[in-house]
């Protein structure tokens, strides 16, 4: 059980099944070498996530930084902070855009609006988790590490208000 400001949480993914859930999407994540792509992650949640992803990938990317922000809380605020913006050098390339997390999309569709406008060769969205009882936008998800139900989850990169980024499991609210 994990204390984070008001709320206990209590497991939901060990280090183990993070681990192979990582390794998988990796290996899925071959059929992509010859795109050269560049990846784009999404900070601050994904960063330990995509630390972990691309040095289990077999082969080397070229990495950049956006930070988004649409939490507040446990609920989707539905608006969209941009904090630290576009990269450049996006014209013509395939970028892979790694987030920790899906929930309503809305990040995500921000996001991807924003990318198009860069006139990129191909973008493919990578989520560690998914929640498809929350997601309901057109875009495809390429690639998903696990799907979860509608639970408010931290640990491994994700918080709550802040807190809990470091835990190196992945832990549920626990609904008292
Ligand atoms: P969306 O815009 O509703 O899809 O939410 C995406 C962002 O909200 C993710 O990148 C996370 O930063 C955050 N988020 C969504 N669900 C959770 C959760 O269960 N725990 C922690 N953060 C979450
Ligand atoms: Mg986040």
Redesign the pocket.
């Known amino acids: 059980m994990v204390q984070l400001h008001d709320k206990t949480f209590e497991p939901f993914l060990s280090e183990l099944e993070i681990q192979e859930i990582v390794k998988e999407m990796a290996h899925k994540m071959g059929v992509l070498k010859d795109e050269k792509p560049l990846f784009i992650i999404?900070l601050?949640?994904?960063f330990i996530f995509a630390s972990d992803l691309v040095k289990a990938l077999d082969y080397d990317v070229e990495l950049c930084f956006m930070q988004?922000?649409?939490?507040e809380g446990?609920q989707?605020s539905?608006k969209?902070k941009d904090i630290m913006g576009i990269p450049q050098q996006i014209k013509g390339r395939t970028l892979v855009v790694v987030?920790?997390?899906?929930?309503?999309?809305?990040?995500?569709?921000?996001l991807n609006q924003h990318l198009l406008a860069e006139q990129p060769q191909k973008i493919y969205y990578a989520s560690l988790?998914l929640?498809p009882s929350?997601?309901k936008k057109p875009l495809t998800i390429d690639f998903v590490g696990k799907e979860i139900p509608n639970?408010?989850?931290?640990g491994y990169g994700?918080?709550?208000e802040e807190l809990g980024r470091t835990l190196t499991q992945i832990y549920k609210l626990k609904i008292s």
């Open positions: 999404i601050k949640g994904s988004l922000k649409s939490y446990t989707s539905g969209i987030e920790d997390i899906i929930d309503t999309g809305n990040t995500l569709e921000y988790l929640k929350v997601y639970e408010f989850v931290v994700l918080d709550y």
